[in-house]
């Protein structure tokens, strides 16, 4: 592990140092660039639970799409972008002082720094490399045990050589996949389902915290087939964890390191997935989200799914906003158009987006402050599910309506709050329980396949 971390950081200083002919500088660059990740790091933990990723570095385009989602808003205010400036200023001021040491011998001497850079990188590449990151790696993986034992960087790089090896679906994934229990077909089942995977849900009332009453999803637990806490893969963010733990039914652990970011892999999985069953049962499948369809690539992946179907944010170009997003009333109102429009069966699965962070000053009009804008978007969306648990109850045939929470809110909101990878969740029929359910508590990948032994 010492040689490696230090032929890392050989790798970075060349790389530096090819760019400058600086060796101070370059020496600079090198530990400012391990700070930087380790500040970012700090600043991840503190928010999400969670350190830096190796999979980060593809959601880089998504932040820059969408700052707002990713806090990153800030990067384009004066005091990032003075920070910015001086960073500059001091470099050139740098420059200025330590004089590059060009060697006189021409071009052999200079292409030697590029050529240590590129060797290290293809070292690392090396598939004996690979081997022995997967022996010391954690699995299930546990990045913050591998940076307790690694340190940040070197766990980034680690991480990456065995997710780039695996072998994908590894033999527990293939297992759950095809122990994935068939729905019956469409016309002796329920003719309408619903499930909604509702943004940063989580009953905080119900956990001891000011919050408030959310009546309709109490009157549904009174005749629910399950409810319970539901256990997501992360806290804070990463909604599509929890996305594809419910799609597919598989548990985190099944995954190795595709657990972190499983959209990266997502074809690997996919052909017996939830939406594939339902519309092989003979329904039809829809896919809603009121946002852009190309997040987390799901203008590529919705209909590898299984899903004949993508209603995406151009539906909701004129719909109300609560806030910056679109409102969950919306998402109420397109779901009883397609209960109400539904001549056969149909398996509708809609993801909301009104409660997202951040939460604070000029988010809404009337409060600045964010624990009361987080419990008027929890209000909302109570009022949300008894809009479409009604419109179930008044479809012909009736239907089952399975709700759960993304993810609890990041750190900064309600830092005491309890169990933060725990949700709400819910799975209520119209043709009601044959008995009184009692809470249960289950992971997000368990309430998929509850869904479906239900169908």
């Known amino acids: 592990m010492l040689a490696l971390r230090l032929a890392i950081h050989l790798g970075l200083f060349a790389a530096a140092f090819a760019l400058s002919w600086r060796p101070w500088h370059a ?24 350190p830096l990723v190796f999979s980060d570095a593809a959601l880089v385009r998504h932040a820059i799409r969408h700052p707002r989602l990713y806090y990153a808003e ?14 500059a200023v001091a470099t050139a001021l740098w420059f200025a002082a330590e004089p590059a040491i060009l060697p006189t011998g021409g071009a052999p001497w200079l292409a030697l720094p590029p050529l240590v850079a590129a060797a290290t990188a293809w070292a690392l590449l090396r598939p004996g490399v690979a081997r022995f990151a997967a022996g010391v790696v954690s699995d299930p993986a546990d990045p913050d045990a591998d940076v307790r034992r690694f340190g940040l960087i070197a766990t980034l790089i680690l991480h990456a050589l065995v997710w780039r090896a695996a072998q994908r679906p590894s033999a527990q994934a293939g297992a759950v996949i095809a122990a994935l229990p068939a729905p019956r077909p469409a016309a002796q089942g329920p003719r309408l389902v619903v499930a909604i995977q509702c943004e940063s ?10 919050g408030p009453a959310l009546p309709a999803l109490e009157a549904l637990r009174a005749g629910a087939l399950a409810f319970g806490r539901c256990r997501a893969p992360a806290e804070g963010a990463y909604t599509m964890r929890s996305e594809f733990g419910f799609l597919t039914g598989l548990p985190s652990e099944t995954l190795g390191l595709d657990a972190l970011d499983p959209y990266l892999t997502a074809p690997a999985y996919l052909g017996r997935t939830l939406p594939e069953l339902l519309r092989a049962s003979g329904r039809e499948t829809l ?16 209909p590898q799914f299984g899903f004949d179907r993508f209603l995406d944010g151009r539906a909701f170009d004129d719909a109300p906003r609560f806030g910056p997003y679109v409102a969950d009333a919306a998402v109420a109102e397109a779901l009883e158009r ?10 509708l699965f809609a993801v909301t987006i009104e409660n997202h962070g951040p939460w604070g000053p000029g988010r809404l009009p009337d409060t600045a402050d964010a624990a009361e804008q987080y419990a008027r978007h929890l209000a909302n969306a109570d009022r949300m599910i008894g809009r479409v648990a009604a419109a179930l109850k008044a479809a012909p045939g009736g239907g089952l309506l399975c709700l759960y929470g993304d993810h609890a809110p990041g750190r900064l909101l309600h830092p005491d709050l309890p ?16 008995e009184v359910a009692s809470r249960r508590d289950v992971s ?8 479906l032994a239900a169908v």
């Open 27 to 50: 020496a600079l660059v090198t530990v400012v660039a391990a700070g930087l990740f380790g500040a970012g790091s700090h600043i991840k933990h503190g928010i999400l639970g969670e």
């Open 74 to 87: 800030k990067l384009a205010r004066p005091p990032a972008l003075l920070t910015l400036a001086g960073l």
């Open 201 to 210: 849900f989580v009953d905080i009332a119900a956990r001891g915290l000011p």
């Open 287 to 302: 896919f809603l989200h009121p946002y852009d369809r190309r997040f987390f690539d799901r203008d590529l992946l919705v």
């Open 338 to 347: 397609e209960i109400a429009s539904a001549t056969g069966s149909a398996f």
């Open 419 to 434: 169990d933060r990878r725990a949700t709400d969740y819910l799975l209520w029929s119209t043709a009601g329980a044959t």
């Open 444 to 451: 997000v990948d368990d309430l998929g396949r509850m869904l």
